[in-house]
């Protein structure tokens, strides 16, 4: 057993997402940073899609109430188990009462945002539509549908599993670096509306940098730039969506859809951030600045591969170390 | 806006847009049901998601280049060309609604746009009986067709950060009934109480595409 100790609001249960409920009007969830979610629990020997704890706002707190390994990616939050300093992207064994402590993320520009909790075998939530990620919207899957407060108790699947310790990875900002002009970047896809938009609006949003707003979240990221302008006014028909495009509303100040957006939406698209970059977005703190690039589908397509390998190198580490003599 | 030919777009390498020709019309979205029922067979598709008078096909596997990707809009296109409409006649379920006041806040708004009293809107509103064209939006909720022309409003400058469940509302020539509470960008004009989603069950939503909503006036409020 998990209790959470802390009232920090907004922590959520998520796995990769909820696919195939679009048609009822159901968005997909799923963690913000899929790479850390994916890396933590090859590390455990999970699934790639076990449920974890995602935490955005620290500090943050948990009693174990039983023998429980853990990985912790992400955001690198200064983390302690009781006393003990935790290294970033690490996997450690915590013994029955020992209390987890999240802290500010830290590493300065470089910093994330969200820390990825993985425990020994997921975090043990019915699955709800195919998926164990909260639908705030809806107010089912994840635990209780709901952000996590104060006292709720949770359950590793695995708890009791013996699991390799003691051993860490190079997280993906850095073996996979993305920026402009020393700025975090991510690639975007045009979309339908791209060219509806004035040239000179369109040249300012491959060239200007981005402030993520304090009004962002899980649902989407608010940017505060150079107000783009269509040539015209567009009122589009509703109409899919998935996390990454981003929309403009009236008043030219792009909103790109985050892993809680709605599954549709009518505001004009300009274009989308691919998917192999959202991860990106999701370590990217309040306040921050980016950029973006332009992207072809080709490149779009090599960014996926890209993802992939790094988590097939992954796998291979972790088989290493999962194999390698025990030396404690 | 109204495209004069079909289009295909990107969403992402996670999803293509198709948007039909034309109008927004029930003959035009039985068509789209239509295609949407052909291209969840495909193996390239994971989920084929109706929109109003459009199709969201989301990949089960991304096309491998943009030969592939050429290769996947143009099977589109085509089956677009050959789809026929696909009646689907649901059943018929009446919503009272309270408009104006606390639960219809941007009721003046539609007024300010439209030019028309409070009462010509309320009686233009209810008075069709609206096809359910497609879901989205958040769990359960139905996109409407048929919404009188006179009363379209444009969705508002800034979405308001959260709307609370059976707020009925217009965005630009739709209608349509907040399923839970959450941010919306639309004009809300009055509001209804009723579950349109369970979880638990299969299908977990109450409406689906052909299924059809009366509004009745259970008041209004100044």
């Not at chain 2, 198709?18 to 067979?41: D, H, V, Y």
């Not at chain 2, 109706?50 to 143009?74: D, I, K, S, V, Y």
């Not at chain 2, 009188?148 to 409003?153: G, K, L, S, V, W």
Request: glycine share 12%; charged share 20%; proline share 7%.
């Amino acid at each position: 057993m998990i209790e959470v100790l802390s009232s920090a609001a907004l922590a959520t249960v998520q796995d990769l997402g909820r696919t195939g409920s679009l048609r009822w009007g159901v968005g997909t969830s799923g963690a913000m940073d899929k790479l850390a979610l994916a890396a933590g629990n090859l590390m455990l020997g999970n699934e790639t899609n076990a449920a974890a704890i995602e935490v955005p706002v620290f500090p943050f707190k948990l009693r174990f109430g039983e023998d429980c390994a853990f990985a912790l990616t992400g955001a690198d939050c200064a983390a302690r188990l009781d006393e003990q300093l935790l290294m970033p992207w690490w996997i450690c064994q915590a013994r029955a009462g020992q209390v987890l402590t999240l802290g500010l993320p830290q590493g300065g520009a470089q910093r994330g945002s969200r820390a990825m909790l993985c425990l020994a075998g997921g975090v043990d939530v019915p699955e709800v539509l195919g998926s164990r990620s909260t639908q705030l919207r809806g107010a089912f899957g994840g635990h209780e549908g709901r952000a996590l407060r104060r006292g709720d108790v949770l359950r590793a699947a695995g708890a009791g599993r013996t699991c390799r310790t003691g051993f860490g990875l190079v997280p993906p900002a850095l073996a996979l670096p993305l920026q402009v002009d020393g700025v975090p970047a991510v690639r975007v896809l045009p979309a339908a509306e791209y060219l509806g938009f004035e040239e000179a609006s369109r040249a300012a949003f491959w060239a200007g940098e981005w402030k993520i707003t304090a009004q962002s979240d899980r649902y989407g990221y608010r940017l505060a730039g150079e107000a783009l302008r269509p040539i015209a006014a567009m009122e589009m028909r509703s109409h899919g969506i998935v996390p990454g495009v981003i929309q403009v509303p009236h008043n030219g100040q792009p909103i790109i859809q985050m892993r809680d957006a709605q599954p549709s939406g009518g505001y004009p698209k300009f274009g989308t951030v691919i998917e192999a970059d959202l991860w990106r977005l999701g370590q990217a703190p309040i306040g921050s600045r980016i950029r973006f690039v332009e992207a072809s589908w080709d490149e779009a397509v090599a960014a996926l591969d890209e993802v992939q390998a790094w988590l097939d190198k992954v796998r291979r580490i972790v088989d290493l170390h999962r194999s390698s003599p025990r030396r404690d | 806006m109204i495209a004069p030919l079909a289009s295909v777009s990107l969403l992402g390498t996670t999803a293509l847009l198709f948007e039909a020709p034309g109008e927004l019309a029930l003959a035009s979205q039985q068509r789209i049901w239509s295609l949407a029922r052909e291209a969840q067979a495909w193996p390239e598709v994971r989920e084929a998601v109706p929109g109003m008078n459009n199709l969201m096909l989301t990949f089960m596997q991304t096309p491998r280049n943009e030969a592939a990707l050429e290769a996947l809009e143009a099977r589109l296109h085509a089956a677009w060309d050959a789809a026929e409409a696909l009646p689907l006649e649901g059943r018929v379920v009446e919503l009272p609604v309270v408009y104006g006041g606390e639960g219809g806040p941007h009721m003046a708004d539609v007024v300010l746009h439209t030019g028309l009293s409070v009462e010509e809107i309320v009686d233009l509103h209810s008075t069709p009986v609206y096809p359910v064209y497609a879901l989205g939006s958040h769990p359960g909720y139905c996109y409407l067709g048929g919404m009188d022309p006179r009363i379209a409003t444009p969705r508002r400058k800034v979405p308001v950060l959260s709307i609370p469940g059976g707020a009925v509302s217009i965005g630009g020539a739709q209608t349509g009934v907040s399923a839970s509470a959450g941010p919306s960008g639309w004009n809300t004009i009055g509001s209804t109480s009723m579950s349109f989603f369970d979880p638990t069950q299969d299908p977990p939503a109450m409406l689906q595409p052909g299924d059809m909503i009366r509004f009745r006036v259970e008041g209004i409020v100044r």
